[in-house]
């Protein structure tokens, strides 16, 4: 990671750009490498710098989760959008996915008859320009559909005069330690069945399309054709903790300054403050995460609580308390939830010098 820049406010998101830049191309050389196409997921990001790098380093498109997200990339010049999302299109919605696919070419995410019914009826002729891609549920057990009722929807979108692309899935139970090789394992054999059912039944599939970051590097083209992940751009506490890379791999932490600290006695943990709450880190914390980040400067540390301004961070016995005025390194657990609560970013060169990246998609949660 790059040093905190002199006379920096905190608490400040700072972006590595050189670490940035490693891990796209990083990413993008693994997955051509599989014979697989990249299109990540900019919920993570949500800024035109890192996709233009994304695309520039071979990414076929974007993923995002909203209209809102679409529309800001493709005001941006992107041409193919896919919101792996299951929409229920209404009036708003519906005009502005009219104005999407004006710029670019549009995909969207359906698990349901009914949705397919739905955005048929609010798009009108407009809906036949849709490539519908239908959620697969492969094990997390959150949206989706079991690869046999995935034939109901294409059905019913192809009697809708709308076109089936291809089936998606998130794997997302992936994010677990010991749930990879399965996560891996459930997301190639639900996408395998429900493409076999949909092809038997004379669909032309086209696009097969999984991966969320801790699963990309172990993803090949047996069956997939694409992947959509999202946080590697950036890297975070849970992929630390997970064990799919390592600090010197995180391109984006919160500076943050040590306001109070207290060496504790028997009763009270040694311990610091420091000045970024989970109004700028976020307050995710998966059950088996040991805290609510981690402090770059020191990996052992934990975060233990965490209030709006305040994170406490429990410091190891054998290790000098950071002094007040210290400004830290923090590494949120879940990096997408940190970016979405900041208008900019610092984004900060390798010979030091620094730049402000708006976060042009914050807050398009519709």
Known sequence: MVLIPAGISTPQIM?????????????????????????????????????????????????????????????????????????????????????????AK???????????????????????????????????????????????????????????QGV???????????????????????????????????????????????????????????VRPGVYVFGDAQQFELGRIGFDEIALSVAATVVSRHEGNDQIPRRIVVDAGSKILGGDRPAWASGYGRILECPEARISALSEHHATVTWPENLELPAHGTQLQVIPNHVCQAVNLVDSVLAVNADGSSEQWDVAARGLNF
């Open 15 to 103: 972006i590595d750009v050189v670490q940035l830049e490693k891990n796209i191309d990083k990413m993008a050389h693994r997955v051509a490498s599989q014979g697989l196409k990249l299109r990540p997921h900019a919920k993570t990001h949500k800024m035109p710098e890192v996709a233009s790098r994304q695309l520039e380093a071979g990414a076929v498109g974007l993923t995002v989760a909203t209209v809102g997200e679409a529309l800001s990339f493709a005001l941006q010049g992107v041409a193919k959008i896919f919101i792996a999302y299951p929409l229920w299109v209404d009036e708003s919605q519906a005009q502005r996915i009219q104005e999407l696919i004006k710029r």
């Open 168 to 226: 998606f899935t998130f794997p997302g139970h992936s994010y677990d330690p010991d749930g990879i090789d399965k996560a891996v394992n459930d997301e190639h054999k639900a996408l395998a069945e429900a493409t076999r059912f949909l092809r038997e039944a004379g669909f032309s599939i086209k696009r097969i399309s999984g991966g969320s970051s801790p699963t990309a590097a172990l993803s090949d083209n047996s069956v997939l054709t694409e």
């Open 106 to 164: 549009l995909s969207i995410g359906v698990d349901s008859v009914q949705a397919v019914e739905q955005m048929a009826r609010m798009l009108g002729a407009q809906a036949s320009k849709i490539r519908l891609m239908i959620e697969i549920d492969s094990g997390h057990h959150r949206s989706g559909v079991s690869p046999r009722d995935a034939l109901a929807i294409a059905e019913s979108a192809r009697d809708s005069g709308m076109r089936v």
